[in-house]
């Protein structure tokens, strides 16, 4: 017996260092690539500063700031949010951060008329150097936490970038929708991969398929969100006291929790992600696209015909 159990404690001993030995070299496989020892620098909010960020000790504060178009997010604003995330990841002092939204609303997604220019002008929508996608589809996304607070309008590209985020907080007033295809175009920032896997197949299509607006509350009961506040103010501070609970933990097993989650995901959903680019980019140059343009300047339904 004290034979069975010396074998037993050295086998327990083998098997536990050979599990230490293999987490940790996932640690390091999944650590940045470059250790930029320059902090990510505030960008307080101010006329042409489309994006704010505002460092809090081991958290950050990225603020969308485009409130005169309703955040709505151009080329430049989304490359810009791909260099401050890049700069996040490989900035060792901090921990988490919270995307959110300045003015009345988070963002009613894409800025389209920008987003006609770039599929015409054939250049991509977003860098893959010295940048990180928070959609994960030109890079991986920030191996560090994101949180997503939203209230107000959320729609489309918006809505989009809240699920790609890893926790998700809503005030109560937010109105969530994908209603691109009530406009002659497609969810192309992966509602398509992210909703159907958060919120069920029948749930994200009774709101893809119709173009139907949501509220928090059915969010919430989706799935999608984890949390609503009364005001947006509250759902700020409730993200701002998630992101400070996630940093107080240890980093190094956050970014190993992570990797481990995204082992489940990544490889199920890239493919699909890969390709709703050159699809939404194809609907651009429809007819019906067209005429979804003409009808929402015109204040009339439109009249598709499948062309």
């Known amino acids: 017996m004290t034979i069975q159990r010396r074998g037993g404690v050295r086998?327990?001993?083998?098997?536990?260092?050979?599990?230490?030995?293999?987490?940790?070299?996932?640690?390091?496989?999944?650590?940045?690539?470059?250790?930029?020892?320059?902090?990510?620098?505030?960008?307080?909010?101010a006329d042409g500063t489309?994006?704010?960020?505002?460092?809090?000790?081991d958290i950050v504060l990225i603020g969308l700031n485009r409130t005169a178009v309703h955040n709505r997010l151009d080329g430049a604003t989304r490359r810009r949010l791909g260099q401050v995330l890049y700069a996040y990841e490989h900035d060792p002092s901090l921990r988490a951060a919270i995307l959110f939204g300045?003015?009345?609303?988070?963002?009613?997604?894409?800025?389209?008329?920008?987003?006609?220019?770039?599929?015409?002008?054939?250049q991509p929508a977003t860098d893959s150097t010295g940048t990180l996608d928070i959609l994960g589809k030109a890079t991986p996304?920030?191996?560090?936490?994101?949180?997503?607070?939203?209230?107000?309008?959320?729609?489309?590209?918006?809505?989009?970038?809240?699920?790609?985020c890893d926790v998700r907080i809503a005030a109560a007033n937010t109105d969530f929708g994908q209603d691109e295809n009530s406009h002659g175009r497609f969810p192309g920032g992966g509602a398509t991969v992210r909703f159907v896997r958060e919120?069920?197949?029948g749930n994200a299509m009774r709101y893809m398929l119709t173009g139907d607006h949501w509220t928090a509350e059915e969010s919430y009961r989706m799935?999608?969100?984890?949390?609503?506040?009364?005001?947006?103010?509250?759902?700020?501070?409730?993200?701002?006291?998630m992101a400070r609970t996630i940093a107080a933990v240890a980093p190094l097993s956050t970014r190993a929790t992570l990797t481990s989650a995204r082992h489940v995901t990544t490889p199920v959903e890239a493919d699909a992600l890969a390709k709703t680019s050159a699809t939404y980019a194809a609907?651009?140059?429809t007819e019906d696209f067209l005429e979804g343009r003409r009808a929402e300047a015109e204040g009339r339904p439109p009249k598709y015909r499948g062309k």
């Open 283 to 285: 609907l651009y140059q």
């Open 223 to 241: 799935g999608v969100t984890q949390a609503i506040a009364p005001t947006p103010a509250a759902a700020l501070e409730a993200g701002i006291a």
């Open 102 to 122: 300045h003015g009345e609303r988070f963002s009613r997604g894409i800025d389209v008329d920008a987003a006609q220019a770039t599929f015409q002008s054939g």
């Open 50 to 57: 489309t994006l704010t960020v505002e460092r809090r000790d």
């Open 11 to 45: 086998r327990r001993a083998v098997l536990t260092a050979a599990v230490t030995t293999a987490a940790a070299a996932v640690v390091r496989a999944q650590a940045p690539a470059s250790p930029a020892s320059t902090p990510l620098a505030d960008a307080p909010r």
């Open 199 to 201: 919120a069920g197949w």
């Open 141 to 164: 996304p920030p191996g560090k936490p994101m949180v997503c607070v939203v209230h107000g309008d959320t729609w489309n590209l918006g809505h989009e970038i809240y699920l790609a």
